[in-house]
């Protein structure tokens, strides 16, 4: 089935299913498509606002990466699903005996590396998305400040998520050095986590200095 192509209803209907997919991989493109895609109405909205026609080259680039991620991750609810085929034909795999037992393994190192691949696409790209939404938590319009505010906890979410998948699945991976590359990305997210947290707090204390109201947080 193409979920690509579903409506709206169509889809969560297929997530809260009994079915194996679309089930983790699927939603968290879905999250970051829907980050991408506000993020996109938000540079859209500014590239025209006179009082920041400084930025306009810069919100104009902006629009054109972001339309690329949102159909990219919109395609990747897809994508996830073919990938999981493999490792789920792998956790299925009837064991026998010792030599079973190994190509059973090797069939879930290799499922999960497929199964990988889309987690691993969408928390570089969050990344990336990252980088724009501090730009534009400094450049917009006040009244569009809670939109990035949104945007951030979605991309959080999406990254959050995609280190839970990818961890999962290394459990599954004998290949040493793909391991530690996987590693290595996933260390990367701290710094994200610190960004995005920035920027909706940022957005929450000055929303809640209006109102006279001091948010009180354990930073423990």
Not at 59 to 72: G, R, S
Not at 155 to 176: G, Q, V, W, Y
Not at 213 to 218: K, L, P, Q, Y
């Amino acid at each position: 089935m193409d979920y690509e192509k579903l409506g709206f209803n169509e889809l969560i209907n297929s997530i809260s299913s009994i079915e194996s997919a679309p089930s983790g991989g699927s939603v968290i493109a879905m999250a970051a498509s829907e980050a991408s895609a506000l993020a996109t109405m938000i540079v859209s909205y500014s590239i025209n606002n006179k009082k920041l026609k400084l930025f306009k080259g810069e919100f104009i680039n902006f629009k054109k990466d972001l339309e690329k991620l949102t159909v990219k991750f919109t395609g990747m609810v897809d994508e996830d699903i073919n990938n999981f085929k493999e490792l789920k034909s792998a956790y299925s795999y009837k064991v026998n005996s010792a030599e079973d037992r190994e190509n059973k393994d090797k069939l879930l190192s290799e499922g999960s590396i497929k199964a990988n691949k889309v987690p691993l696409e969408i928390i570089t790209d969050c990344f990336n998305v990252v980088e724009v939404l501090e730009r534009l938590k400094l450049t917009v319009s006040e009244s569009l400040a809670c939109d990035v505010g949104v945007c951030a906890s979605l991309i959080k979410s999406a990254i959050s998520s995609c280190h839970m998948t990818i961890m999962s699945n290394l459990t599954n991976i004998k290949d040493e050095e793909y391991v530690n590359k996987c590693l290595e990305t996933l260390n990367r997210a701290d710094l994200y986590h610190s960004k995005l947290d920035s920027i909706v707090n940022d957005i929450i204390d000055t929303e809640s200095s209006k109102l006279n109201i001091e948010i009180s947080r354990d930073d423990s």
